[in-house]
């Protein structure tokens, strides 16, 4: 199947837990993003990899951590779960980091934390 | 930070026009995106532009003014299936996307 995966699709979480949302993409894209979307915000981006190996905070990396071990996986976690981070996670990947290349998005992740 | 305005709701009926602005004030610029999005579900490419002017893309067409700030999405022969929020998204320096909140079009029968 062409494109990005994410997982799981929904999730209620206990506050303090922590939580890996995962995303796949089998395009060979090499920058992968991560954002969150809440109502009246849009999106915002929290990480993102131009390249496996390598990663880069974006506008609210605060209480999320990614790798890039490879080019399909970018994994996002949340070390201790707050109600704060209660939002819509949507993945994204572009063939590269620069001008142009526009972005694809996964089907989001809705978490809940409680 | 980056600074993208866009309206947050219009509506129209089917068959009109609807034209979508978007403003925006960021450190740099590498090119400006519009995204649909239908609820519930993830944004899908719809335009870029990075030279002023217009590109036309069937019912759609996006229009940029880089010394202005300014872009807008026009939405024409609107139908139903059209009824959803529009994202402006403009790259800067560091080639990084910054969305504008949304535009929720409503298209009425």
């Known amino acids: 199947i062409a494109g990005i995966t994410q997982a799981p699709t929904s999730q209620i979480l206990a506050a303090g837990r922590r939580m890996t949302l995962r995303c796949t993409q089998d395009?060979?894209?090499?920058?992968m993003y991560w954002y969150r979307q809440d109502l009246g915000l849009g999106l915002r981006l929290i990480h993102y990899?131009?390249?496996?190996?390598?990663?880069g905070k974006g506008e609210v990396p605060d209480g999320y951590s990614v790798s890039r071990a490879n080019t399909d996986d970018f994994p996002l976690t949340l070390a201790s779960a707050v109600p704060s981070q209660t939002s819509v996670y949507f993945c994204?990947?572009?063939?590269?980091?620069?001008?142009?290349?526009?972005?694809?998005f996964g089907p989001g992740t809705r978490l809940t934390v409680l | 930070g980056q600074n993208i305005d866009q309206p947050t709701e219009m509506t129209a009926t089917e068959g009109a026009i609807v034209q979508i602005n978007c403003t925006y004030q960021t450190s740099g610029f590498n090119g400006l995106f519009w995204y649909q999005q239908h609820a519930g579900e993830a944004p899908t490419f719809l335009s870029y532009?990075?030279?002023?002017g217009l590109e036309e893309k069937g019912r759609f067409s996006s229009f940029l003014s880089r010394s202005k700030g300014y872009s807008y999405l026009l939405l024409k022969e609107l139908q139903m299936k059209d009824s959803a929020s529009y994202l402006c998204?403009?790259?800067?320096?560091?080639?990084?996307?910054?969305f504008g909140a949304g535009t929720t079009v409503t298209v009425r029968a």
């Open positions: 998204a403009v790259k800067d320096s560091d080639y990084k996307l910054s």
């Open positions: 990899s131009n390249t496996a190996g390598t990663t």
């Open positions: 532009n990075v030279l002023d």
């Open positions: 395009m060979r894209h090499n920058a």
């Open positions: 994204a990947s572009s063939e590269s980091g620069g001008e142009g290349n526009e972005q694809f």
